[in-house]
C-alpha cells in the first residue's frame, strides 16, 4: 500500500545471550526500513567509532544540558561511571521518515521508554527455556562459571518483567523470530489508532 | 514453535462489497486451523444446505432455549422475521483445539461479540476509498442504482465504526490483505496477555 506513515518505535528487551542482538540485526538486513537507536554516551569513542553511528559521543557538559533540554527517552547515570541516553531527536526524525526504530535495552529503560512515548511498542525476546539460555551462555566460551550463575540469575529476574511487554518472541531460531518481529511491525502498522488520518481520509465526506 | 495453545476469535467487519468473503476464503484456503463460525437459524434449510455445515438449523422453540441457556455470543431477532446468531459452543470448542475462528458480522455483531468475549480480535476491511467500493459493487453487474446508493451510505455509516475496530485492512488486492490477515493473526499470538501459561513455565522455578 502507499501509505506514507510514522514508523514504530520498537522497544526489544531480554536476557543477556538470548540472542537480541542476532534478530534485531537480520531483521534489519532483511528491512532497510528499520533503523536502530543510536544512544548518547559520555564514554570516549573506541578505536574505529564513528559519531553518530556507534554512539552520540557527548562530554559531561552536552550531556547535562541533553538531560535540561530533555533531549532524551531515557537516560542512566550512575555516579563515577559514563552515562547512557537515548536521544529522542534520532529516534523522531527516523519516525517522521516513516522508518520503524529498534531500541534495545533492559527492563528499567523499557519502563521509562514506554512512559516517555506510549505508542512505543514493547518486546521481549525469551529463549525456549531458561537451561538452553544457560548452554548457549557456556557455549559462548567466553563467561567464566560465576559469570553464568550470575547471568541466569538475572535473567529469570528479567523474565518476570515478561507481561509488562506487549508481545513475547521465543528466540527458537532465528529465522522463525525474525519472521515474528516481522509479523508484530506488520498488524502494529494496521492498528487502526495508528490510522486515523486514513480513517478520516475515508469518512472525510468525500463525494461518492 | 510447539505451544500447543488457545486459538484467537477473529471478528471481521466491513461494507458490503468490500470483499471480505474473497478476503477470509483465501485466508482458510491458506490456513488450514482458520475456520469460519457457523451460525444458527430459524430461516429453513435451502436445497443443498448442510446442518452444523452452512448452518446450525433450529426450531423457533430451539432457539429460545439457547437464548435462555446463554448459548449465544450474540443473536439477533427482529420481529417477524428469522433468527439468527453465533453459537458460543463452536467457537470455544474450535479455539480450545487452537483453530482461530473467523466472524464475519456487522458493526452491530461485532460490538455484541466484543462485549461477550473481550479476548476477541476485531479487523474493519476497509475499501481504499469511497469510490473504489462503489466502483466495485456497480461492477457486480446486479444491483440496481438505488440499492449501489443505498450501500455506498451504509457503507460510510459503516466505515464511522472503524476506530471500535482494533485493525483495519484496506483491500487493495486480496493477496495483500490476506498477507494482513495472517500478520495480525502472527502477531495476535505473540501477546503476552496470550502466553501467560508459557510465562509461568519459563519463570517457575526451573532448576537452572
Chains 1, 2 share one sequence.
Not at 534478530?23 to 574505529?48: C, D, F, I, Q, Y
Not at 518483567?161 to 528466540?171: I, K, S, T
Amino acid at each position: 500500500m502507499a501509505r506514507v506513515k510514522r514508523g514504530l518505535l520498537l522497544v526489544v528487551s531480554g536476557p543477556a545471550g538470548v540472542g537480541k542482538g542476532t534478530v534485531n540485526a537480520a531483521l534489519m538486513e532483511r528491512h532497510p526500513e528499520v533503523k536502530m537507536s543510536v544512544s548518547a554516551t559520555t564514554r570516549p569513542p573506541r578505536p574505529g567509532e564513528i559519531d553518530g553511528v556507534h554512539y552520540f559521543f557527548k562530554t559531561k557538559e552536552e550531556f547535562d544540558r541533553m538531560i535540561e533540554e530533555d533531549a532524551f527517552l531515557e537516560y542512566m547515570r550512575v555516579f563515577g561511571m559514563n552515562d547512557y541516553g537515548t536521544p529522542r531527536a534520532f529516534v523522531e526524525q527516523e519516525r517522521e521518515k516513516g522508518n520503524h526504530v529498534i531500541l534495545e535495552i533492559d527492563v528499567q529503560g523499557a519502563r521509562k521508554v514506554k512512559a516517555a512515548c506510549p505508542d512505543a511498542v514493547t518486546v521481549f525476546i525469551a529463549p525456549p527455556s531458561l537451561d538452553i539460555l544457560k548452554e548457549r551462555l557456556v557455549g559462548r566460551g567466553t563467561e567464566t562459571q560465576e559469570s553464568i550463575d550470575v547471568r541466569t540469575k538475572t535473567a529469570l529476574e528479567e523474565l518476570k518483567a515478561l507481561p509488562e511487554y506487549d508481545y513475547m518472541v521465543v528466540n527458537d531460531t532465528v529465522d522463525e523470530a525474525v519472521a515474528e518481529m516481522e509479523a508484530i511491525l506488520s498488524a502494529e502498522r494496521l492498528k487502526t489508532e495508528r490510522n486515523t488520518d486514513l480513517i478520516t481520509k475515508l469518512t472525510g465526506g468525500e463525494p461518492i
